[in-house]
């Protein structure tokens, strides 16, 4: 079977009709705002491509999400973001990688490029707040003595990364919501970056892709978890 028959059966014409337009904006903002930064647009290109795969609980949605993470610390370093920077190289990625774990350990049935969905309880998320409550106040100090720019959104940008990735480990659809509410704070804060320079308008369209592609992914984990009860109670009977 060619490459091209395996995305079609794998992917749904939704997903691939998502994922064409999320590349075509992104590229055609890189060509009118920016035209220089390749490593933006790389990050971008590799950035909506993990969420595509995210969508559909596959662990190589993690794998690019790692890749992703140490390019764009890498880019918000050049705008003194340290906040991000230190966010995606140091929790992010790390986050990532220990998700990545998760979901290869925990397929559906047989099925490897499935993960199997999980609900959390009310002593995972109290858990949760007071470790995203930690993170959120010793970050701000520590981005506070790095002079970090525009502080308030850096640090609320940790709250909701720290949260979504707790959720991703956990294999629970909210991480794809909690992405999304990152993806808000991150056009507020590059919308500021782009105040001064305005290549980083390439930036937003970015986060805006990548707001709707986390949507679309919340509301397809949701159908998946449906499914697998579904399957599960079935099996059972």
């Known amino acids: 079977m060619s490459v091209s028959k395996r995305i079609g059966n794998y992917f749904s014409k939704t997903e691939i009709t998502l994922w064409c337009l999320s590349v075509f904006f992104i590229i055609t903002s890189f060509c009118i705002f920016d035209k220089e930064n390749y490593l933006t647009l790389t990050a971008s290109l590799i950035g909506v491509t993990s969420l595509i795969f995210n969508a559909k609980g596959n662990p190589a949605g993690q794998i690019l999400m790692i890749i992703f993470s140490i390019i764009y ?9 340290y906040g991000e920077m230190i966010t995606y190289l140091g929790m992010t990625a790390p986050m990532a990688l220990i998700a990545l774990i998760s979901w290869l350990k925990n397929p559906y049935g047989n099925n490897h490029s499935e993960v199997k969905i999980k609900s959390v309880n009310k002593k995972e998320i109290s858990f949760m707040l007071i470790l995203a409550l930690t993170v959120t106040v010793a970050f701000y100090f520590i981005l506070n003595a790095f002079n970090t720019a525009n502080i308030i959104p850096s640090t609320i940008s940790v709250t909701t990364s720290f949260i979504a990735m707790f959720l991703t480990y956990k294999r629970n659809p909210y991480f794809a919501l909690a992405y999304a509410s990152n993806d808000i704070i991150l056009i507020i804060l590059w919308s500021l970056a782009a105040y001064e320079d305005k290549s980083y308008i390439s930036v937003i369209v970015c986060f805006i892709v990548f707001l709707v592609n986390d949507i679309y992914g ?14 599960c109670i079935k099996q059972v009977s």
């Open 73 to 81: 610390g890498m880019i918000s370093l050049s705008f003194r973001y």
């Open 218 to 231: 919340f509301i397809n984990w949701l159908r998946m978890q449906k499914r697998q009860a579904t399957e």
